[in-house]
């Protein structure tokens, strides 16, 4: 009996666990694009006018601030859109896309994509701080 409530405490832990890192309502069901931006590693995936990034890599108690920057360079990169916002924590980003010059033919990435980024500036708005960061291909 006691081995018993064990495994199911243990089952419902890893049912629950399986939530963690997967993609919102939206988003099930598309392939991600694992983009490393300045050491934060996301899993961008696209629908229409929104994409997702969900950061894989574990980094201590990172700010928002500049996580949303390179989510947001990572949902560009991806969709090839310029993102206009993007709202979320630190572990789960979604960004507004506006895609008036992406071509129709457009398909999301399925390769590995790395930028090296540094900060070049920094700056707050109100209670929101901006960070610039400037990347290149790697």
């Known amino acids: ?7 199911l405490r243990l089952l419902s832990l890893i049912v629950l666990l399986a939530g ?3 993609p919102g309502r939206e988003f099930r069901g598309l ?3 694992r983009v490393d931006v300045g050491g934060s590693v996301f899993d961008v ?4 006018n929104l994409a997702e990034a969900i950061r894989v890599n574990p980094q201590y108690a990172p700010r928002f601030g500049p996580i949303r920057e390179r ?6 990169q991806v969709s090839g859109c310029r993102v206009v916002g993007v709202l979320g924590d630190q572990a789960v980003a979604t960004g507004v896309l506006s895609c008036d010059g992406r071509p129709a033919n457009w398909a999301q990435p399925a390769a590995l994509m790395r930028f090296d980024c540094f900060e070049v500036d920094s700056w707050t708005s109100g209670d929101t701080e901006y960070t610039d960061f400037e990347c ?3």
């Open 71 to 76: 989510a947001g360079f990572a949902m560009a």
């Open 20 to 22: 963690c890192g997967g």
């Open 31 to 33: 392939p991600a694009t």
């Open 136 to 138: 290149t291909p790697y």
């Open 1 to 7: 009996m006691m081995q018993s409530a064990a495994m």
């Open 45 to 48: 995936r696209v629908r229409g």
